[in-house]
């Protein structure tokens, strides 16, 4: 079945510094891939997304690309900020399905002033 | 309200008992999953409503679980004769279609936490 595997977290980082989280993923045809990030105390909410290969997707300074030949979706921010500390879901959808997601087990980013 | 509501925020039960978790999506939103969070997981998909059915139940784990939607608006998630592993974050998301070309774009509530003693 469809899977997602994220890097293990947390990432510790300081107000400024650039970030990568991995993501790849098993999926049978060409899912859409999304990355949902969860602040402390409110709920999941979509960061960005991508629906074909070498699309890019990018929101608040964030960006990941579509790359089918790696079957990955990373996330990167040139700078990030204190107030982007959360935990960042990367996931897929069958292109087949309903919209269900299939979630990887989520990255915890600490971000020190 | 303007987002997904879940009530209760919190739930601590007793081993063997019943219980009930309320969903009330984005008005208008005619797509409703639940999802079940354990710790240090990712959400896991329980349920599809698409209006009034149940499109798609495949990740219920057993027929302990049970989801209705009788409106097609509001949605309660039950569990009889509750054990210590359903404890968990029961996360509820809505969408304005299910079939809508993998927008991806699912409103989540804050979720249920679930703890069985």
């Known amino acids: 079945g469809d899977s997602v595997t994220q890097m293990e977290g947390p990432v510790t980082l300081s107000e400024e510094a650039f970030l990568t989280i991995n993501c790849t993923y098993t999926?049978?045809?060409?899912?859409?891939l999304f990355w949902y990030v969860q602040y402390p105390g409110e709920g999941l909410q979509l960061l960005l997304k991508?629906?074909?290969?070498?699309d890019k997707g990018s929101n608040k300074g964030f960006e990941a690309t579509y790359r089918k030949e790696t079957t990955s979706f990373h996330l990167e921010k040139g700078s990030v900020q204190v107030s982007d500390s959360a935990v960042y879901f990367c996931a897929l959808s069958d292109p087949s399905g309903y919209s269900t997601l299939t979630f990887g087990k989520g990255t915890m980013l600490l971000v020190s002033p | 309200g303007a987002g997904v509501s879940q009530t209760p925020s919190n739930k601590v039960t007793e081993k063997g008992k019943y219980v009930e978790l309320r969903c009330d999506p984005i008005s208008g939103h005619t797509a409703l999953y639940w999802y079940r969070q354990s710790l240090g997981q990712g959400p896991e998909f329980l349920i599809y409503?698409?209006?009034?059915?149940?499109?798609?139940d495949s990740g219920l784990p057993n027929d302990r679980f049970f989801a209705v939607r009788p409106e097609g608006s509001v949605s309660t998630l039950k569990i009889q004769r509750t054990e210590r592993g359903d404890s968990a974050v029961y996360l509820c998301?809505?969408?304005?279609?299910?079939?809508?070309?993998?927008?991806?774009?699912?409103?989540f509530g804050e979720g249920s936490r679930l703890t069985v003693l």
């Open positions: 409503f698409q209006g009034t059915g149940a499109a798609d």
């Open positions: 991508a629906t074909k290969a070498d």
């Open positions: 998301a809505s969408s304005l279609t299910g079939t809508s070309g993998n927008t991806g774009e699912l409103f």
């Open positions: 999926a049978t045809g060409y899912p859409s």
